[in-house]
C-alpha cells in the first residue's frame, strides 16, 4: 500500500470509515420496529382548529398482514373495531351495527378527523423488503447524531414511493421522516421520541404525524403499553371478531 493511501486511513474522521451501506442500517431499522407479533395501548391526540381530542385503542397486530384495534375511548368511539387482513380493512361501528369494508381510494381519507390516513394504519412495513436505501449524508437531531438515508420503492404496493430518514446512529432508530409521492410531492412529516428500551429493542413510544395537504399541528401518536411476542388467539383476526 502507498504512502499516500495510508496517510489518507490515518487521517480520514473514524465516522467515514465505519459508515454502513443502506441496507445494513435498513437491517439494524426492521430488527427494533418490527416483531412477529405485537400488543399495544394506544392513545391518539388529534390537534385540530377546535380543540384537541384524544382517542384510546387497545391493538393486536401479526406481522405486516394482520392486525385488530378495538377503540376504547371516548364513549362515542368505543366498540368501534377496525380489522385488517392482508391488503383489505374493514370497520365495526357499534352505532350501526354495521361493519364496512374500507377500499380504494377511501383508504387514502383521515381516520378520525387525524393526520393519519387508513393506508398509514394498515401499513407497517419491513422497510428492506419495499426499499432500496441511499446513505446522502449526517444530520445532529437534538443532539443525537444521525445518518440521513433516501428510501425509493421497488415495490409498487406501498403508500409512499420515497421516504427520507433521520436514523440515530447509535440506536438504529429513526427520529424523523419525510414522505414523498411519485411525483415528488412531499405528503406527510413525521418525528419520532421517546425512545425507550423495550424487550430488547429501542422502540420510539411517540410519533408526531403531520400531513403536509391540510391545515393544523399534527396528530400525535403515544404507545403507553408495548408488548413483543405474545399469544394472540387466530380467532381475532375474522370478520366474526368484530361483532364480538
Known sequence: MGTKYIFLLVFLPLHLLAQPDGKTILKKI???MTSENRVSYSKMIIHGRRGDRTIQA???T???D???TEYLYPAR???TKMLKLEDQLWIYNPSTDRTIRIAGHMLR???M???MSYEDMMEDPSLIDHYTPTVIGQEVIDDRVTWVLELIAFDEEVSYFKRKLWVDQERYVPLKEELYAKSGKLLKKTELSEIKRIQGKWFPTKVVFKDMLKEGDGTAFIMDEIKFNQDIPEYLFSK???RK
Do not use: I, M, Y
Request: zero cysteines; proline letters at 0%.
Open 58 to 60: 387497545r391493538t393486536w
Open 77 to 79: 368511539e368505543e366498540g
Open 30 to 32: 426492521d430488527e427494533n
Open 66 to 68: 394482520k392486525s385488530f
Open 240 to 242: 366474526a371478531s368484530l
Open 62 to 64: 401479526v406481522g405486516e
Open 113 to 115: 378527523g387525524s393526520d
Open 109 to 111: 381519507q383521515s381516520v
